[in-house]
Structure formats: structure tokens, C-alpha cells
Antibody
Framework: QLQLQGSGPGLVKPSETLSLTCAVS??????????WGWIRQPPGKWLEWIGS???????YYNSSLKSRVAISVDTSKNSFSLRLSSVTAADTAVYYC?????????????WGRGALVTVSS | QSALAQPASVSGSPGQSITISCTGT?????????VSWYRQYPGKAPEVIIF???KGPSGISNRFSGSKSGNTASLTIFGLQAEDEADYYC???????????FGGGTKLTVL
């Protein structure tokens, strides 16, 4: 069964760039019409969609984060990645990678375990 | 402040039914039949329990039911069980450039 595993530094300094990678296992990131997304959740708060990517590289971003976000895909490594620049304490959150069934199917039916990223000096 | 409004908490006794509301705008909930609901246990990733307003994924109990009227979506849980105690989030597709919005979450307590 396909699984997602996010990974990356757990601590990032203010003004630096947060980088996370989500590895897709037991399946191909290029399979079917899946889109792949990043969602975050600050401690004790609600979920926030960051953006989604197709294996071709097509992307959609949350307009409130678009100026700082870049999501990319590496089909050779069967993974996709998130970069969030100029981070502040407000970017401290658990970051989830997740799968959308297809474009137009705007829900997430498979989630990774989540990676806590703390922004602090 | 989250884009979709949910009650902060609801509660019910085992066997009862409860409904959680999710209020958005014309540009998200009302215009698009793309509302989904997620259940999240403490320290765990969310899990989809309803998609496209009223469809249930395989493996999810049919005690969960979704509906929509105007700009408000609802999740009803029939026959409450202790295992239903969790946080519940609604989500909707929204007009470009927003795309996806979540609710602020509702904590369900089973008394």
C-alpha cells in the first residue's frame, strides 16, 4: 500500500528557508492522475493548505504563501519537495504531505505522518 | 482566523447523533460541491471521512454523513461511539487563486 514519509530539519532559523521532502513508497509518484500536496498545522491550530503538484511539475499554491513557496517533484527519486523562504515563528507547524486523487478531486485521501518544523534562533 | 467557520466544540452521549456545521461563502462551499471532512486524533495525521459533500471513502463507517445547503456544509455522526472523540475539520475547494480552504476545526467530546 502506498505510503508517504516527510522528512527534513526540525529546526530552522528565522529568515532562512525551510526545506522538506516527501518520499513516496510502494507506488510511483507518476501513477495515475494523482496530485501531491503539502498541508501544515501550527501547534493547537487548524490545517492550512500550502500547495499541490502534479508529476509533470504543474503546481497550484495558496495565494497567501505563493511569494515564499516552491514545490517541486523528482520522479527519479519518487519524491516531491517543499521550500518555504524567509520563515518566521508563524511558520512553526507540523507539515504534512498528502495525496489528491486527481485534478478536480480537491481532497486528500492519503497523508504522511507529519514533520514538526520549529522556527527559532 | 480560518476561512471556514466551525463551532469550536460539540458533545454528545454514546448512541446519540451530532451535527457539525461549516460555514463558508459563495466562492467556496456554496459554488462548489467539493466539501470534504477530516477526522484527526491527537498527534495523528488527518483522515478523510467524507468527500465531495456526501461521499464516504471505502473503509469509513456509514455512521458519518455529509450534506450542504447554500454556503453551509454539515457533518452528521449517527450513533456516537467513544472512538468518535476527535477533532473534525471541513475543507472546500474555492475559486482561484485561493483553491483550498479549511475550517478552524471542531473538538467532539463523547460524554
Amino acid at each position: 500500500q502506498l505510503q508517504l514519509q516527510g522528512s527534513g530539519p526540525g529546526l530552522v532559523k528565522p529568515s532562512e528557508t525551510l526545506s522538506l521532502t516527501c518520499a513516496v513508497s510502494s507506488g510511483s509518484i507518476s501513477d495515475s492522475d494523482y496530485w501531491w500536496g503539502w498541508i501544515r498545522q501550527p501547534p493547537g491550530k487548524w490545517l492550512e493548505w500550502i500547495g499541490s503538484i502534479y508529476h509533470s511539475g504543474a503546481t497550484y499554491y495558496n495565494s497567501s504563501l505563493k511569494s515564499r513557496v516552491a514545490i517541486s517533484v523528482d520522479t527519479s527519486k519518487n519524491s516531491f519537495s517543499l521550500r518555504l523562504s524567509s520563515v518566521t515563528a508563524a511558520d512553526t507547524a507540523v507539515y504534512y504531505c498528502a495525496r489528491q486523487p486527481s485534478y478536480g478531486k480537491w481532497y486528500f485521501n492519503l497523508w504522511g505522518r507529519g514533520a514538526l518544523v520549529t522556527v527559532s534562533s | 482566523q480560518s476561512a471556514l467557520a466551525q463551532p469550536a466544540s460539540v458533545s454528545g452521549s454514546p448512541g446519540q447523533s451530532i451535527t457539525i456545521s461549516c460555514t463558508g461563502t459563495y466562492s467556496d462551499v456554496e459554488k462548489h460541491n467539493l466539501v470534504s471532512w477530516y477526522r484527526q486524533y491527537p498527534g495523528k495525521a488527518p483522515e478523510v471521512i467524507i468527500f465531495e459533500v456526501n461521499k464516504g471513502p471505502s473503509g469509513i463507517s456509514n455512521r458519518f454523513s455529509g450534506s450542504k445547503s447554500g454556503n453551509t456544509a454539515s457533518l452528521t455522526i449517527f450513533g456516537l461511539q467513544a472512538e468518535d472523540e476527535a477533532d473534525y475539520y471541513c475543507c472546500s475547494y474555492a475559486d482561484t487563486p485561493t483553491h483550498v480552504v479549511f475550517g478552524g476545526g471542531t473538538k467532539l467530546t463523547v460524554l
